[in-house]
């Protein structure tokens, strides 16, 4: 790859500081989730709710690496869609919030978490507005390590047949998938020479720079006779070095009051 993407340069604005802090104030409740994935697509989902998402508009976003929700519900609360409350009732037994989004939950169009379903509804949808002549986009998020599920490259030959330029599809391509290396796994590489073999339109940019993920989105949007993929360059656990590219860091299901300490201090000392 001729161009290089210095994730670790980019700066965190103070309102992905603040997305990162929800997030820490639910697992200081709930002592568990997915936070490296969900600190990874922070920025792709809150610039998608900023710019593409709002209350006069249709389109509608699929989380469909559902893993990741705690980035989803902090963005939610942010917009105002959920309140702190249930935001920080996640993954308590009569809450809304579980371990992956489901379409109960306000704004959320398909419960995900069995990967590749989400991308598979995405492409549905999007024919289904073809057909009723709407002109609402659908947005889907796929993690990189979902990308290993045959229904998505099923859904990559469908996404082309149809050239569905109404569905702008996006990679969370942090290199890691559970509890290792996507090199080490299966590799995916050279993964824009294969999104261009489908002849798709292929944005490559850094993932945590807002700027960016507006700029390509935009662009995404004028493309009228090809579908688009947008790779987004991201790092795993993105905005406290004890998470960044740390595989332990993937899912926790009970995190230690030491560990908790350190998320909760971070931020403050900035």
Known sequence: MKKTYKQKYTKL???SINLRKNIIDVVSKSKKGHLGSAFSCLEIISVIYDF?????????????????????YSVL??????DKKTLLSFCNFSSLLGGHPEHTI????????????????????????????????????????EINEGSVWEGFLSLKKHNLSNMITLIDYNKMQSYGHIKDILELEPLRKKMESFGFKVFEINGHSRNEIHSSLKKSLEF??????????????????????????????????????????????K
């Open 52 to 72: 593409f998402i709002d209350k006069g508009s249709k389109n509608e976003f699929i989380l469909s690496k559902g893993h990741g929700c705690l980035g989803l």
């Open 106 to 145: 306000p704004s959320v169009s398909f419960s995900t978490g069995s990967l590749g379903h989400g991308f598979s509804a995405g492409i549905g949808m999007s024919i289904a507005n073809r057909i009723k002549k709407n002109k609402n986009k659908i947005f889907v998020l796929l993690g990189d390590g």
């Open 77 to 82: 609360y942010d917009k105002g869609i959920i």
């Open 13 to 15: 604005n103070y309102k």
């Open 224 to 269: 009228k006779n090809k579908p688009v993929v947008i790779i987004c360059h991201t790092i795993k656990g993105k905005g406290i070095p004890i998470m960044e590219n740390n595989p332990s860091w993937h899912y926790k299901s009970k995190i230690k009051d030491d560990e908790l300490i350190k998320l909760q201090n971070y931020f403050e000392k």
